[in-house]
């Protein structure tokens, strides 16, 4: 009894790790015979056992997600499938990946979890919020729907929250706030609605705040003020009104800062240097650009068209103000040629006349 458990313990490495290889080969995905571990796509530990996938810029569309079962990678810690043709919805088994730590898109033990620029669909699975020990996580550009789940604030450990260009709709949920090991926290490009927690405010080692091009409205939270180390800070195209608070426009000196393109109200206290935030605005605070660089190309395209418009309509009227003149010079020109005809035809009409009258009378 003693040995076969003993032989049971020594085999089941080996067993999980031919699973593993099992279910790698059966999504498709990878035609090679020898051993799983020896393809460039996968790392193993030790023993054998599957640690890490990396799928990206892939030659052939990889389609359905779910083609990867994740029960059968307890171990696995970092998955990437980045921009390899990915469809269909994100699985609720993902939740089983206890050990994961990267998800672009990401999983349990996992800690990573990348799966951007692909054509997910669905709603974000609250399983997600199972995976404790992710750090970074990334649903980027896939055309995922829903609201943002909760859950996702249970993620302690989580650093990265990346969500941008997808059709999530909703509020951004309060929970977020407690992610304050987050550095970046990238939402823009949704039908994400309702008011900016204060919550976010919590989040002091926030380096990037994106919620640019939503349907954010209300006023921004004087909390968002904590965040000391934001340097690129991104509210624009959103429906955002009131007033900006000073907490903002005076700790923000050395960020990039875009608020333009809201409906803010004029500040009669406004701090030093202050920028315009009326819609359709952009300038600077104390210095530093708040606007994009396409807002600054077209504001140049625009002074350009409208200098070449108003330098074209200026020679057009000075050649037709040219051409009147001379028009006019010519008519009197002809009129004073026909005056002096007219003047030089009486006189010899005249003349002929008087020399007439006077040979009629010596011939008398």
Excluded at 244 to 258: A, L
Aim: a neutral charge; proline letters at 4%; one cysteine or more.
């Amino acid at each position: 009894m003693i040995i076969f458990l003993l032989a049971h313990a020594i085999s089941s490495p080996s067993s999980l790790s031919s699973d593993e290889g099992e279910a790698l080969r059966r999504t498709g995905w990878w035609n090679s015979t020898s051993p799983h571990c020896t393809w460039p796509d996968i790392g193993c530990n030790k023993a054998g056992s599957i640690t890490d996938i990396f799928i990206f810029d892939s030659d052939k569309e990889l389609g359905e997600l779910s083609k990867l079962r994740f029960s059968s990678f307890p171990n696995l810690i970092q998955l990437y499938l980045y921009n390899c043709g990915l469809n269909g919805s994100i699985p609720h088994q993902i939740g089983t990946l206890t050990h994961l730590i990267y998800l672009p898109l990401d999983f349990n033990n996992l800690t990573e979890l990348n799966m951007s620029y692909n054509h997910l669909t669905g709603v974000i699975p609250s399983s997600l919020g199972n995976l404790t020990n992710l750090t970074y996580l990334n649903l980027g550009n896939n055309h995922i729907n829903g609201v943002i789940p909760p859950e996702i604030g249970k993620i302690r450990s989580l650093i990265s929250l990346e969500l941008s260009y997808n059709h999530l709709i909703g509020v951004i949920p309060f929970s977020l706030g407690n992610l304050t090991y987050m550095t970046s926290l990238t939402l823009q490009g949704n039908q994400i609605s309702g008011f900016i927690p204060i919550e976010i405010g919590n989040l002091e080692k926030l380096s990037t705040l994106d919620m640019s091009n939503n349907l954010l409205s209300g006023n921004i939270p004087f909390q968002l003020g904590n965040l000391k180390e934001v340097k690129y800070f991104n509210l624009s195209y959103n429906n955002l009104f009131r007033i900006v608070p000073h907490s903002i426009s005076n700790n923000y000196n050395s960020r990039s800062i875009d608020l333009s393109h809201n409906q803010f109200e004029d500040q009669s206290r406004a701090p030093p240097k202050p920028l315009d935030y009326q819609k359709g605005s952009c300038g600077e605070i104390n210095g530093f650009s708040c606007c994009k660089k396409g807002h600054q190309i077209m504001l140049i395209f625009i002074v350009s068209i409208s200098a070449t418009l108003l330098l074209s309509i200026a020679i057009l009227g000075f050649l037709f103000l040219k051409q009147r003149i001379r028009k006019n010079q010519s008519i009197e020109t002809t009129k004073v040629k026909n005056g002096i005809w007219d003047y030089d035809g009486v006189i010899a009409y005249q003349d002929i006349i008087w020399q007439l009258r006077i040979l009629t009378s010596n011939t008398a």
